[in-house]
C-alpha cells in the first residue's frame, strides 16, 4: 500500500519485498512521482514502509487516499504492474507509518 496525508504529498510504499533465487536481486519501483531501486539478498526479503523496515519514499505523488495508483516492480527478470491501494493516517495502525 501508499501511505500520504493528502494527494501530492509524499507517499510512502508499505510492502515486503521477496528474493527467493540464489543471486540478489535489484529490484525497480516505479510510480507516476518517480522510481527508487532496492536490493534484495538471496533467499530474504526485504520489509519496506514499517518502523524496522527500509523507507521507500515517493515526493508529490499524485493519488488521493481511497483511490488505486499503478505501481511498477522491475527486476532484471520480470516487469509487474499492480494498483496499489493509497491510504491515509485515518486508521490508528498506519498513522505512525504515514510521512
Not at 12 to 16: G, I, M
Not at 35 to 42: A, D, L, Q
Given at each position: 500500500?501508499?501511505l500520504?496525508a493528502?494527494?501530492s504529498?509524499?507517499a ?5 519485498l521477496?528474493n527467493?533465487g540464489?543471486?540478489?536481486e535489484?529490484?525497480r519501483?516505479v510510480t507516476?512521482a518517480g ?8 533467499a530474504?526479503?526485504v520489509?519496506?514502509?514499517t518502523s ?6 515517493f515526493?508529490?505523488?499524485?493519488a488521493?487516499p481511497?483511490?488505486?495508483e499503478?505501481?511498477?516492480?522491475q527486476?532484471?527478470t ?5 494498483d ?5 493516517g485515518?486508521?490508528?495502525q ?5 510521512p
Open positions: 500500500m501508499l500520504t493528502q494527494s504529498s509524499p510512502s510504499l508499505v510492502a515486503t521477496v527467493q540464489e543471486s540478489s535489484e529490484v519501483i507516476s522510481s527508487e531501486t532496492v536490493t534484495v539478498k538471496p530474504e526479503s520489509q519496506l514502509g524496522d523496515g527500509q523507507s521507500v519514499t515526493d508529490g505523488l499524485d488521493k481511497g483511490a488505486l499503478p505501481v511498477t516492480f527486476t532484471s520480470v516487469t509487474e504492474t499492480l496499489v491501494p493509497v491510504l491515509d485515518s486508521l490508528p498506519y498513522q505512525d507509518l504515514v
